[in-house]
């Protein structure tokens, strides 16, 4: 039961060009929204989280979107630099904090310089 | 301030073997989480717990699999009698209450 799917399982972006992952859930309990980016052979750090309170959430070069109709949200990255490239994990959570923490199956985001 | 630290980093085992994972957490935190990554799937939450306390392990299966936080030492995961479908990355992590999280670099196991 995949209540956070993302179904992109990977992008190609040029370099300097905006990057975006969506993700979708199935949880309308759902109030708190994370992404996490993870390099290979290493745990998942964090990126950047939303509330279901906003739509629009912003940290540099990061924006996370929210759509709460349409139980959506999307990461965009720009300028999209080759260091972004990892896998991107969506992650979403209700009642119970980080240990009902539900994630997507990620994207993996190449950016060619 | 070291992150999360977990070892071993990989670990091989046959069929019907034991695993035990260890996990410790960042300085300061008591609360430490394991998630498990199959192939080509997403982090799934297993059990979360705090020192000498199993919080949450409505994710962890029913047999085999068992989690411990002692007082002093590590967190350990132990999976008793693996099979090749136990074959995964887990990743421990950690928190300062139920704030955000911190990951470990996973523990890679192998059954043969």
């Known amino acids: 039961d995949q209540q956070v799917k993302q179904n992109s399982p990977s992008l190609s972006v040029q370099e300097g060009r905006i990057s975006i992952l969506n993700c979708d859930y199935t949880?309308?309990?759902?109030?708190?929204f994370l992404w996490y980016k993870k390099y290979p052979a290493e745990g998942p750090t964090f990126l950047i989280s939303?509330?279901?309170?906003?739509d629009k959430n912003e940290d540099g070069r990061f924006t996370v979107f929210l759509n709460k109709s349409a139980k959506h949200l999307s990461l965009h990255i720009v300028p999209s630099q080759p260091g972004d490239s990892a896998v991107y994990f969506c992650?979403?959570?209700?009642?119970?904090?980080?240990?009902?923490?539900?994630f997507g199956t990620g994207t993996r985001l190449t950016v060619i310089p | 301030n070291a992150g999360v630290m977990q070892n071993p980093r990989h670990l091989v085992r046959r069929r019907g073997q034991e695993a035990r994972l260890r996990c410790s957490p960042m300085?300061?935190?008591?609360?430490v989480y394991w998630y498990r990554q199959l192939p080509e799937e997403g982090l799934k939450f297993m059990v979360y717990?705090?020192?000498?306390?199993?919080?949450?392990e409505s994710g962890m299966p029913k047999e085999r699999f068992s989690a411990e936080f002692p007082k002093e030492g590590p967190s350990i995961l132990r999976i008793q009698q693996v099979v090749r479908g136990d074959s995964a990355a887990y990743f421990c992590?950690?928190?300062?209450?139920?704030?955000?999280?911190?990951f470990g670099e996973g523990s890679r196991l192998t059954v043969l």
């Open positions: 992590a950690s928190s300062y209450f139920t704030g955000e999280l911190f």
């Open positions: 949880n309308s309990m759902f109030d708190y």
């Open positions: 717990l705090q020192k000498e306390n199993i919080i949450d």
């Open positions: 300085k300061g935190h008591s609360h």
């Open positions: 939303i509330s279901s309170i906003k």
């Open positions: 992650a979403a959570t209700g009642v119970g904090g980080a240990n009902n923490l539900f």
